[in-house]
């Protein structure tokens, strides 16, 4: 027997739970079944967000969703459903890199990777930033470069320095993501570090860092030794 949210008692209801005591008590699945609000014949909404989250779903799969046709074969989640659950994800990464933008200045590894791991975290392909600096490292402006595939991502000196050139940046940060969630440097990784350590050098605009965003997690060239 299915039972509807309205059904249930008070204190079980997700939306009732999130006026008395706030949204951070809720689970993935209650937050989830209040964008999904309505459920179908046969499951609740409630029902339908606890399929979606199972086995750590709403990280592994809805999250890197970015198409109202990524939702499509799911049941219970129609265009409307699919593009309230997508405006709330893309919402939450905002507010992820726009807390992050209220530190004064980026002064060690972790603060870049609080940063940047908003944006980069969930992304599906390569994708390669420059954080562009002033001389109290302070962000002037966040440029992506380049976008590959699954596994790489081609970057070339002239284009993450040209931006740095034209603002005047006295540093720079670069990172990339790895989709894998494996933050672990390739060996492409080092190489290109190297590369634009070496041409920062020569423009006396220096590299501060290279951070690997993965999964929760980032590797810092500059914390490892490597810079």
């Known amino acids: 027997m299915v039972y509807k949210i309205r059904e249930m008692s008070p204190d079980e209801r997700p939306r009732e739970k999130l006026y008395s005591f706030g949204a951070g008590i809720l689970t993935n699945s209650e937050l989830l079944a209040i964008l999904i609000s309505t459920g179908t014949k046969d499951k609740s909404a409630l029902d339908i967000a606890k399929d979606l989250t199972v ?14 046709h990524e939702f499509k074969g799911i049941k219970g989640i129609g265009k409307a459903k699919a593009a309230t659950i997508l405006a709330a994800i893309e919402l939450g990464k905002r507010v992820a890199c726009a807390s992050a933008t209220e530190l004064e200045h980026i002064s060690s590894p972790s603060d870049g990777a609080q940063y940047l791991m908003g944006k980069l975290r969930y992304e599906t392909h390569e994708k390669f930033f420059v ?22 991502a081609i970057v070339h000196p002239r284009e993450v320095f040209a931006p740095a050139i034209v603002m005047h940046a006295a540093a720079i940060l670069v990172a990339h993501n790895h989709p894998s969630g494996d933050p672990s440097p390739s060996t492409d ?12 050098k020569i423009l006396g605009i220096p590299v501060l860092d290279h ?6 997690r980032y590797y810092s060239f500059k914390e490892h030794g490597e810079l």
Not at 189 to 200: A, F, I, P, Q
Request: proline share 0%.
């Open 55 to 68: 086995n750590n779903g709403l990280v592994n799969q809805i999250a890197r969703f970015k198409e109202v």
């Open 131 to 152: 954080l562009l600096l002033n001389t109290k490292n302070r962000i002037m402006k966040t440029q992506q470069i380049s976008e590959g595939s699954l596994t790489s």
């Open 189 to 200: 990784d080092r190489e290109l570090t190297k590369v634009l350590c070496d041409t920062g």
């Open 211 to 216: 951070l690997v965003i993965g999964d929760a």
